[in-house]
């Protein structure tokens, strides 16, 4: 296995990584062995690349929707995940803010450790990644004050932010390593100060989960900023986030916390002026996304007769637009959009998104 810089076809978000899954869920073997076939005709990434969304874990991601195990790839995710998690306790050791690369979903331990969670069994090695995305529920003192342990100083293209900021995304924000530890909760993985943990998280993403992400002078103020009338969508905004809320009230046992959160996601898709800002059918930030979203919800929901008709709703809106996406892919092309259509998860698919 080649641990070199790799060709794209190795990227779950856009290249036939991403495309086999809907092959998969649709039990099209042949389509499905044609696009593995292209994405490792290069070689497999574990180099400082590999993550859920390329390489070596997004490979074992996909076999796994397979329903098979490959020990070489899972070694080589061994060896990048511990990789991580050393870097990531000598930035901790140093006193340091992280990049949100270090713990998102899409480059970091928070997909890695979903990805080891999928495997059969806890593997120790999960446990340590739980360990660290709990370590990140500890405040850091900066400048005299204290932070919130996953504040970082650059945004999620690497941009620098001026005081940092406190990132809420499941992209790329705190609630990707929220939904893990719940997720992992659900399934019986436990480690110390995981409870707790969720805790910090949901109750800082019940204040101000309404943000993309907020910045130092906001953390200041007595009361949270208003809520702005940004896109709703999967990978930033409250509908994922609304998700991850209920994901952790459910293994809080707050029953308050998990209609609370039911509530936002449908008055903010039940909202004029926030639909008018969806601008495509994807899985990463449209309909496709919403519609998933929105049937997982239902399924875990007490009362799931009033996503009834917003489900409805959002099919109709996606089987509109879908075909119009100019991209293939899995997160913002037709792939993702189809597996959304098809409204099945046999293969697990949408545990890539943090959704189950």
């Known amino acids: 296995m080649k641990a070199t810089t ?46 859920l969304f390329h390489g070596a874990p997004a490979l074992e991601f996909v076999l796994g929707c397979a329903g098979r195990a490959d020990r070489h790839v899972q070694r080589a995710v061994d060896r990048v995940v511990t990789t991580r998690l050393a870097a990531a306790r000598r930035r901790n050791a140093g006193g340091a803010l992280p990049h949100l690369a270090e713990f998102d979903l899409i480059r970091g331990l928070s ?24 370590s990140l529920s500890q405040p850091v003192p900066v400048d005299g004050r204290e932070l919130p342990g996953w504040w970082s100083n650059t945004g999620p293209g690497g941009e620098e932010m001026r005081g940092g900021h406190g990132n809420n995304g499941v992209a790329h924000g705190i609630a990707g390593p929220l ?71 459910i293994a809080l046992g707050d029953q308050a916390g998990r209609r609370a959160a039911e509530d936002t996601f449908v008055s903010t898709l039940t909202e004029p002026q926030r639909l008018e800002r969806i601008t495509d059918a994807s899985l990463c930030h449209g309909w496709a996304g919403l519609l ?58 949408t545990r890539a998104l943090l959704i189950s």
Request: with cysteine; net charge negative; proline share 6%.
């Open 6 to 51: 790799a060709p794209r076809t190795q990227d779950l978000s856009e290249g036939p990584l991403g495309m086999a899954l809907l092959h998969l869920e649709r039990a099209d073997l042949a389509s499905a062995r044609r696009s593995l076939a292209q994405a490792v005709a290069g070689g497999v990434s574990a180099g400082r690349n590999a993550s």
């Open 111 to 134: 997909g890695l450790g979903v990805l080891l969670l999928t495997r059969d069994g806890a593997p120790s090695l999960l446990r340590e990644v739980l360990a660290y995305l709990v």
């Open 292 to 349: 998933t979203l929105a049937r997982a919800i239902a399924e875990d929901s007490a009362d799931p007769a009033p996503f009834t008709p917003l489900i409805e709703d959002l099919y109709k809106r996606l089987a509109a637009e879908a075909n119009a996406l100019s991209r293939p892919g899995f997160m913002e092309g037709r792939a993702g959009a189809s597996l959304a259509l098809d409204g099945t998860n046999t293969t697990g698919w």
């Open 179 to 249: 939904a893990v530890l719940s997720l992992a909760a659900r399934h019986g993985v436990q480690v110390t100060g995981q409870r707790d943990a969720i805790e910090v998280f949901a109750r800082s993403l019940d204040k101000y989960g309404h943000c993309y992400w907020i910045t130092r002078d906001q953390l200041s103020l007595d009361e949270p900023p208003a809520p702005d009338a940004a896109r709703p969508s999967w990978c930033y905004g409250e509908p994922g986030i609304a998700r991850t809320r209920q994901l952790a009230a």
